[in-house]
């Protein structure tokens, strides 16, 4: 008959060290850069409800303005790859139309 053979394990004496992830991790305490950050902000909002309502318009208009020449700029180049393929896709139609 077979002997079975147990295998055991063994338990280590050091401590398991755990990790926490940075989603559940909150400070205790809000550090400078979050204070100053939200200082600014309270600062920024206060002085845009002081304006008057075309000059609100007026400026959220300029900041959607920036963000899409932002945007556009920062893809250029797969802008201008998207319209070469599509410029030489059109050649070859016409030409395969017109033979």
Do not use: C, H
């Not at 400070?27 to 950050?37: C, E, I, N, S, V």
């Not at 075309?54 to 700029?73: D, E, Q």
């Not at 319209?83 to 050649?91: I, K």
Request: hydrophobic share 40%.
């Amino acid at each position: 008959m077979a002997t079975r053979r147990r295998t055991t394990t063994r338990r280590t004496t050091t401590r398991r060290r755990t990790t926490r992830s940075r989603t559940t991790y909150r400070r205790r305490r809000p550090k400078l850069a979050t204070t100053l950050g939200s200082a600014v902000a309270l600062a920024l909002i206060a002085g845009f409800m002081k304006l008057t309502l075309w000059w609100r318009v007026g400026l959220v208009a300029v900041v959607i303005a920036l963000a899409v020449a932002w945007f556009l700029w920062s893809r250029r180049g797969d802008i201008y790859d998207e319209y070469q393929a599509d410029r030489a896709e059109n050649a070859d139609d016409a030409e395969s139309g017109q033979q």
